[in-house]
Nanobody, 121 residues
């Protein structure tokens, strides 16, 4: 399993970023996919999940209405569009297999280098 995240960066409050996660080494189309973030000194925080077809999505209350998850099964990539960013969104973002209830089962095997998002004033 290989998951490679990209698209992070430094952005001002209220700005936008789109993260990408390129997957390989497993049957991408068969898995729910989840974005997770981890701020310094804190544990992993579930952000959003998407079903294998892309039809069903879920969001943490803290990002609902600001973030949009999507996927392209042809290119084996999952995306996270982030808008109206807040300082509290500052974290290392990474993607893993699974949904809201099962992603922790994949953390050890799937976690890649992640992509850093920093929101500054």
């Amino acid at each position: 399993v290989q998951l490679v995240e990209s698209g992070g960066g430094l952005v001002q409050i209220g700005g936008s970023l789109t993260l990408s996660c390129a997957a390989s080494g497993f049957a991408f189309i068969s898995f729910d996919m989840t974005w997770v973030r981890q701020a310094p000194g804190k544990g992993p925080e579930w952000v959003s999940s998407i079903s294998p077809s892309g039809f069903y999505t879920e969001y943490a209350d803290s990002v609902k209405g600001r973030f949009t998850i999507s996927r392209d099964n042809t290119w084996k990539t999952v995306y996270l569009q982030m808008s109206n960013l807040e300082p509290e969104d500052t974290a290392l973002y990474y993607c893993v297999r699974g949904d809201r209830d099962t992603f922790t089962n994949y953390l050890r095997e799937d976690r890649g280098q992640g992509t850093q998002v920093t929101v500054s004033s």
